[in-house]
């Protein structure tokens, strides 16, 4: 099972053939600005598509603590997205309160999951919505 640094790679060297289609969801690549280093930073997540945008979740496993990217975007959040072999460059934004309930159920119908790993934590796990640049 691919994930992490090898899943981006063979995600990369293959437009997406390898590693689209991942435990019966999909993902994409997600690349940030690290806040503190400035390196590009490339991250293999579940995603939905919303309309022209992709959504993702910011779950951690239901860790505690919000996901590194998650702070990389917050802090800039021009970033570039790689859905297959689309490469395009997007701006992250949280999905407001009234929102995320809509876009929670389309992200927990692809990973039931999300749900219990918002159980696991008190921080409210935010859905993230990556609007591709125009």
């Given at each position: 099972?691919?994930f992490?640094?090898?899943?981006?790679?063979?995600?990369?060297?293959?437009?997406?053939a390898?590693g689209h289609?991942?435990?019966?969801?999909?993902?994409?690549?997600?690349?940030?600005?690290?806040?503190?280093s400035?390196?590009?930073?490339?991250?293999?997540?579940?995603?939905?598509?919303?309309?022209?945008?992709?959504?993702?979740?910011?779950?951690k496993?239901?860790?505690?603590e919000?996901?590194?990217?998650?702070?990389?975007?917050?802090?800039?959040?021009?970033?570039?997205?790689?859905?297959?072999?689309?490469?395009?460059?997007?701006?992250?934004?949280?999905?407001?309160?009234?929102?995320?309930?809509?876009?929670?159920?389309?992200?927990?119908?692809?990973w039931?999951?999300y749900?219990?790993?918002?159980?696991?934590?008190?921080?409210?796990i935010?859905?993230?919505?990556?609007?591709?640049?125009?």
């Open positions: 099972m691919l992490g640094d090898e899943h981006v790679k063979r995600y990369e060297e293959t437009d997406g390898e289609e991942w435990q019966g969801t999909t993902t994409l690549i997600l690349t940030t600005t690290g806040r503190k400035g390196q590009q930073r490339r991250h293999p997540l579940i995603y939905q598509k919303h309309g022209d945008d992709y959504l993702v979740v910011a779950s496993g239901g860790a505690d919000p996901p590194s990217w998650y702070l990389n975007l917050v802090a800039n959040p021009d970033v570039r997205v790689q859905v297959k072999g689309d490469k395009f460059a997007a701006r992250a934004r949280v999905a407001t309160p009234e929102e995320k309930p809509g876009m929670w159920r389309e992200m927990t119908a692809v039931p999951a749900d219990d790993y918002q159980k696991k934590t008190s921080r409210e935010p859905v993230v919505v990556l609007e591709p640049a125009s």
